[in-house]
């Protein structure tokens, strides 16, 4: 009984390292939350005295207040909404369109195209900014959503993930499916698909946040502040109340938690995703 005891508290020790190095992480991950959060409730108090304050002085919800009177912030949320369910629905659609053909199809020139998908990954997605407002321009879509989406709808990480999905599935069961008279498109939609759930939710998952977190985008091609999401469209603070941290504070803490919500609601298909499962 001795012996079992101190092999526990000899794995309790050899374990403790890692749980301290990620606590330290994960206070270097939250620790710009919420001092967000600290300023957003806070009404009084110096907000860059140092060392700073952890705590809220003089709670109020005023600041939050402030930013409804200010901007259209339902309108944006709104819009928000749209533009981000648009394209996690656009990207899972043609994602999985392109990645099927690349992992069970074979075909002349696959290697070659897989390969210009992966040389895209070395580029920064700003240098597509030029090329895609003059693909808006010619096709009559700046300053509409579909000019938002559009560009978004594919993206090298998300066809090779699902393409990693894809190759995990066994073979044979695509063969039986076929030797019992199932064509190439019932084969995709009633058997692959259902099987790559985590995946296509992983995707989902990555595709929100990033869309709904994305202003740079939506401020060029959209032109009418009204039709802004909520991301470029909170950006106003900084205009309106240049001086007012706590304000800008507040406008931060409405954009990051619903998508931050979300993501704690669904962060268990997320890691069955990145774990690769398929049942």
């Not at 010619?138 to 699902?162: C, H, Q, W």
Request: glycine share 6%; hydrophobic share 55%; net charge positive.
């Amino acid at each position: 009984m001795r012996n079992v005891s101190i092999r526990h508290w000899r794995r309790v020790a050899a374990q403790l390292p890692h749980y301290l190095l990620l606590s330290v992480i994960a206070l270097l991950c939250i620790f710009p939350f919420w001092w967000t959060l600290v300023t957003a409730l806070s009404t009084r108090g110096n907000l860059f005295e140092f060392p700073p304050s952890f705590w809220p002085r003089g709670v109020s919800l005023d600041n939050f207040v402030e930013v409804f009177r200010v901007i259209p912030i339902v309108a944006f949320y709104k819009n928000s909404l749209l533009i981000t369910a648009a394209t996690v629905i656009g990207k899972l659609v043609i994602c999985s369109l392109a990645a099927y053909p690349l992992s069970r199809m074979q075909f002349r020139g696959s290697k070659l195209v897989l390969g210009i998908i992966l040389a895209t990954m070395i580029l920064p997605s700003e240098v597509n900014f030029l090329v895609n407002f003059i693909s808006m321009t010619k096709l009559g879509l700046v300053d509409t959503y579909t000019g938002v989406v559009l560009p978004n709808l594919v993206t090298a990480v998300s066809v090779l993930l699902l393409k990693q999905a894809f190759d995990e599935v066994p073979q044979d069961l695509l063969d039986a499916a076929r030797v019992d008279g199932a064509g190439e498109w019932t084969v995709f939609v009633r058997i692959v698909l259902p099987l790559i759930m985590p995946w296509l939710a992983t995707v989902g998952i990555l595709t929100a946040v990033e869309a709904w977190n994305d202003y740079i985008w939506p401020s060029i091609v959209i032109a009418k502040p009204e039709d802004f999401p909520l991301s470029a469209g909170v950006l106003y603070l900084r205009g309106t109340y240049g001086s007012s941290t706590r304000v800008i504070a507040a406008g931060t803490i409405l954009t990051v938690a619903p998508i931050l919500a979300a993501f704690l609601f669904t962060q268990r298909f997320f890691m069955r995703g990145m774990d690769g499962a398929v049942k």
